[in-house]
């Protein structure tokens, strides 16, 4: 069940526990919370001199309880008085979802009942049902609901709004502007502009911008809320005139609260200094240095992390570690920075001549605003991850930035274009902090190496602590829970800390850092900038991850004593050399050489490890012999009508529960193609009279039935809850057929509508399938989705890191993920290549449904097909398909629900009757 599923359920099991235990006098006294401290008091002494009496039962009261409830449940479920059973009566999970249905229907109800009209009734309720994580119950639904008015004439227009918010929400933003195009544009700017707006800039048209400037400047959106959404947009396209355009009316709206006016005018900055850009010099002769802030255009992605502020002022200990710096810029920066100077460890502080730095503040994620002087240096660190309003990423740097790339993480496949990649390459090596980053970079040819974490290094600014630790003191849990209410809880998340100056989120990470080390027996976090620094400076700490595979944790998670003290000497020894010549005012030319020379031996380590080979997988059971055992059970039908030409393969994977369906999937191919079909059948909970049945009704048919009952491939993680086991067969399917080459593989819930054969005649070019990119924008991404995947294994990241390794190995660069439900397979290179052998083993070792492994293998390498031949209507618009592919949870032969195209599969099921009637 999901989240909200689980929270209505618990809700109201607690309140009609509560009631129940009132009326039947069984409620134990609620504890109530002083709102002072009450007097000191002697403790009262627990009697053990006689028991507690035993609260009387209302037997009546309890009866009359379970009464309403059932007649209640009754009514949600929509049946006849009495018609619950007595054993029935509890918040099972179906009640629950057929309430929650009943009340968007009620809601929708309501509205029109209130005079709303339809569009704008639609799109509240969509609005409302969205609020929250999106989970498939609320999608189906509401998906269903907008497909049905849509494919009405009369209510044509409030389907198209309300599927364009759905598609949204489903992340099918080309789905989302082709309804959105079917809108009048009056109609979007009264009920819609944001979400019209930010679909727009998702797929790429921005021809509509200035338009919606027009809808601003006419007064058809409203309220400081949604103009305010309308400048970030624009801001985040780099349309910046009309951001300031889209602030103004924001401002002079008027029913901005005071942290919404706060988003606004840190906008308004932001726009002002993009319009006009800032310039910044230095003084001759001065270094200029960047001190990382995390300042952003974006309120919601601007840090409210003090861990952050830890990074930075570890980074800071390499800086004023060199002796005799004087230090110029912002008044409370350099007071700041001063501190540490006179916080250095003596036996770490390195002697030179000194230098004048001039220090400024550079926002990581956004110094393209940054009044940056040129050949500005920085150490550059942390995790590259914040987008400016879910839009763009801020990298890389300013240009007059000169990074010393090191403690660097990257996990987002989309942030690393092109652009980006050529910039790494031209600043590198560069130093990560994870192995998953380096095996990242080194893929796509940057030269990397593992560093390690920062933050090991920030015993730099803490001299020995005055006072130890105090052994047997409390114990501190920081953003991990307590096992009691009453222990210590601390947060390292502050909303204030996004709005402070750099100066006290420093200082405040300072404090918080020695209160850790000097007033807790232990320290227990699941915060990486907690751990190691707390470990840095001699605290008492344990790690608790929330997710053990998190690729972030890859070489720090394992890491001992002698691991931790020697990733924190090498950041100390591979950061001095090229410090040291930055304080002396060398050319960029010069510290860069410095800087490759230093690391040279550490991305030689690096590559040697990456290219290693790959663990050599084994499944559980005998592959090969299990599927001698399903070869041996091949029962062949051949065709008693059969046609003449070159014959068509095609192969299905289906358990009990369908075989009607299947039988509507082979009508399709059969009513609109002329050529032989030969069909492989794959199943479970099949007997001779399926077989029987089948040939009847198509003779001119042959068919291949193998059972793969007995094929047990463990648990699967990634199994969907809409799909069974028995698609995991068609992994098999190379070594099941080894007479034969090349067959179309077709999913239970898609239907032919057009010749497949011109689709199992396709030229592969040397690919081993053919297969259609996904649309969806979250699983768009081959590399993202495997990285996803990976973080399933959180028990085991050595596992999982094993597996990125390999994933990085087989598909240097990103790649479109594909759908899996219709696929042309080359079975002749699949088995050349040990397809079956090496892959299946990805099942049980890291849980990974068949659809993955596909896209694990093939990557990049597979030929693209037409969208005719995959067609998805509930994900996009569907105009001349050649397959319709219900994927998902709506299915053509659900009947509570609309379905787009269902028509087509009623069409088919008419065919497969015609054939039954006739036969």
Not at 356 to 375: G, T
Not at 461 to 468: I, Q, S
Not at 716 to 736: N, Q
Request: net charge negative; charged share 25%; hydrophobic share 40%.
């Amino acid at each position: 069940m999901n989240v909200r599923g689980r929270s209505l359920r618990r809700r109201a099991l607690r309140k009609i526990a509560r009631t129940a235990d009132r009326w039947a006098g069984t409620s134990a006294p609620q504890k109530k919370k002083p709102s002072a401290p009450a007097p000191a008091q002697a403790p009262a002494k627990a009697s053990s001199s006689a028991p507690a009496a035993k609260p009387t039962v209302n037997e009546k009261a309890v009866t009359r309880l379970k009464g309403s409830y059932r007649q209640m449940t009754e009514v949600v479920l929509g049946l006849e008085p009495g018609a619950l059973p007595e054993e029935e009566v509890r918040a099972k999970r179906e009640y629950v979802h057929a309430a929650k249905r009943m009340a968007a229907d009620a809601e929708l109800a309501r509205l029109l009942r209130s005079g709303v009209p339809l569009t704008d009734a639609v799109v509240n309720l969509i609005r409302g049902r969205f609020t929250r994580k999106l989970n498939s119950e609320v999608l189906v639904g509401a998906r269903a609901l907008c497909h049905s008015l849509h494919d009405q004439p009369e209510t044509r227009q409030a389907g198209a709004l309300g599927g364009a918010l759905v598609a949204r929400h489903a992340g099918t933003y080309d789905l989302a502007w082709d309804l959105f195009s079917e809108v009048p544009r009056d109609v979007v700017a009264r009920n819609t502009p944001v979400e019209f707006l930010r679909t727009a800039a998702q797929v790429g048209d921005l021809s509509v911008v200035d338009e919606c400037v027009k809808w601003i400047d006419q007064g058809l959106v409203h309220g400081a809320k949604d103009l305010f959404a309308m400048a970030s947009i624009f801001f985040a396209v780099k349309e910046h005139s009309a951001a300031s355009r889209a602030i103004d009316a924001a401002r002079e709206a008027g029913d901005a609260d005071e942290r919404l006016a706060r988003r606004i005018e840190l906008l308004a900055d932001f726009t002002a200094r993009a319009i006009t850009p800032q310039t910044a010099t230095v003084p001759q002769g001065h270094v200029s240095f960047g001190v990382i802030d995390y300042k952003q255009p974006d309120e919601g992605t601007t840090s409210s992390n003090v861990g952050d502020y830890v990074q930075t002022i570890a980074s800071l200990g390499h800086l004023v570690r060199h002796a005799n710096l004087r230090l110029h810029g912002d008044d409370e920066l350099v007071e700041v920075v001063s501190e540490l100077q006179g916080r250095v460890r003596p036996e770490l502080a390195i002697d030179g001549p000194g230098a004048d730095v001039q220090l400024m503040a550079l926002n990581r994620d956004s110094s393209s605003y940054d009044a940056v002087p040129e050949n500005t240096w920085a150490i550059a660190f942390g995790w590259y991850m914040q987008d400016i309003f879910g839009l763009a990423y801020d990298f890389p740097f300013n240009p007059n930035v000169n990074p010393l790339f090191i403690s660097f993480h990257v996990n987002r496949p989309n942030m690393l274009t092109p652009e980006a990649i050529e910039y790494l390459k031209a600043h590198g090596p560069i130093g990560c902090r994870d192995w998953n980053t380096v095996y990242l970079l080194l893929a796509r040819g940057v030269p990397a190496f593992f560093s390690g974490c920062l933050t090991t290094t920030i015993s730099t600014v803490f001299p020995d602590a005055a006072t130890p630790v105090p052994v047997g003191g409390p114990t501190a849990y920081v953003d991990t829970p307590a096992p009691t209410d009453d222990a210590i809880q601390i947060t390292q998340m502050h909303e204030d800390v996004r709005w402070t100056s750099m100066g006290p989120n420093v200082r405040e990470a300072l404090g918080l850092l020695e209160s850790y080390r000097s007033e807790f027996g232990q320290v227990v976090t699941s915060r990486l900038h907690c751990y190691l620094p707390s470990w840095s400076i001699g605290a008492n700490v344990q790690f608790t991850p929330k997710n053990r595979a998190d690729v972030r944790f890859a070489g720090l998670l394992d890491a001992d004593e002698n691991d931790l003290n020697a990733m924190r000497e090498r950041i100390r020894r591979l950061l001095a050399p090229a410090m040291a010549l930055v304080l002396q005012g060398a050319s960029r030319e010069e510290v860069y050489a410095e800087w490759r020379k230093t690391v040279a031996p550490e991305v030689a380590l690096a590559e040697e490890r990456f290219a290693a080979p790959t663990t050599k997988l084994t499944a559980s059971f005998d592959v090969d012999e299990a599927c001698r055992t399903a070869r041996a059970s091949r029962v062949l039908t051949p065709a008693t009508a059969p046609r003449t030409g070159e014959v068509v393969n095609v192969a299905v994977a289906l358990d009990g529960n369908l075989k009607q369906e299947m039988e509507i999937v082979i009508g399709g191919m059969v009513q609109h193609s002329d050529r032989p079909l030969h069909v492989v059948a794959l199943t479970r909970d099949h007997t001779t009279e399926d077989h029987d049945r089948l040939a009847g009704l198509f003779p001119e048919v042959s068919f291949e039935w193998i059972a793969c009952d007995d094929i047990d491939y463990g648990p699967v993680l990634g199994m969907l809850k809409h799909i069974t086991v028995s698609t995991m067969d068609r992994l098999l399917l190379p070594e099941l057929l080894p007479n034969l080459d090349r067959v179309v593989y077709h999913d239970i819930d898609a239907l032919t509508v057009k010749d497949i054969a011109t689709l199992h005649d396709v030229d592969l070019g040397g690919s081993p399938l053919a297969a259609r990119p996904s649309v969806g924008h979250g699983v768009r991404s081959g590399l993202g989705n495997i990285l996803k995947q990976g973080r399933r294994l959180s028990e085991e990241p050595v596992v999982a890191n094993e597996f990125f390794r390999a994933m990085y190995q087989r598909h240097p660069n990103d790649f479109d993920g594909f759908n899996a439900g219709i696929l042309l397979m080359d079975l002749a290179q699949m088995r050349s290549e040990g397809f079956t052998a090496d892959y299946v083993a990805y099942v049980e070792t890291y849980g990974l449904n068949d659809q993955e492994i596909l896209n694990c293998y093939a990557g990049s390498r597979y030929r693209k097909i037409e969208p005719a031949w995959n067609n998805w209507p509930t994900q996009e618009t569907v105009t001349d398909p050649s397959i319709v592919h219900w994927a998902g949870w709506l299915k053509p032969w659900n009947q509570d629900l609309y379905v787009k195209s269902r028509d087509l599969w009623d069409r088919g099921a008419a065919f497969v009757a015609s054939r039954r009637t006739s036969a």
